[in-house]
């Protein structure tokens, strides 16, 4: 007789027991991520002077780091995001390794090609048009972190 799902062993069939969701690389690289994007939202929205002859608002220590503040933000994000693939993330094991791959190349993909539509166009994309040719390597680094996916895919 087949046992209920509450009697099964809670135990891999390699004897190791299951990686819990919610783990300490987990919280890192969710909070990694969170941060990142936060930074980059507080620095566009707040801080960055509108190019209108107004001065930079926001803390001073910020608005000093100009364009490092994109350094800054994206690279927490794509930390964060290359964190989540470890296996012991929900993201890093089972079906979470295609959705994180394929999350990390088609938006890398959807950046770069939204960064070539709109570049000699007179609309202002926020964060695209800032970063001017560095659009490239935030497009490059999101498909770089899902190749770090595709090494853990099975």
Known sequence: MAKSKSEQDPLRTDGRPRPSVLSVRSVLALLLFVV?????????????PDGFG????????????????????????????AVAAH?????????????????????GLIWICTFY????TATDVPVITDLDQWN???????????????????
């Open 117 to 120: 539509v709109f570049t000699n």
């Open 54 to 81: 107004e001065a930079p608002g926001g803390p001073g220590a910020i608005a000093d780091l100009g364009r490092w503040n994109y350094v800054i933000g994206f690279g927490a994000a794509l930390l964060g995001l």
């Open 136 to 154: 490239l390597v935030v497009g490059i680094g999101l498909m770089a972190v899902g190749f770090v996916y595709a090494t853990r895919w099975e």
């Open 87 to 107: 296996p012991t993330t929900p993201l890093g094991r089972g079906r979470g390794v295609v959705v994180g791959m394929l999350f990390c190349f088609l938006v």
């Open 36 to 48: 990142g994007v936060a930074w980059i939202v507080y620095y566009w929205t707040v801080v960055r």
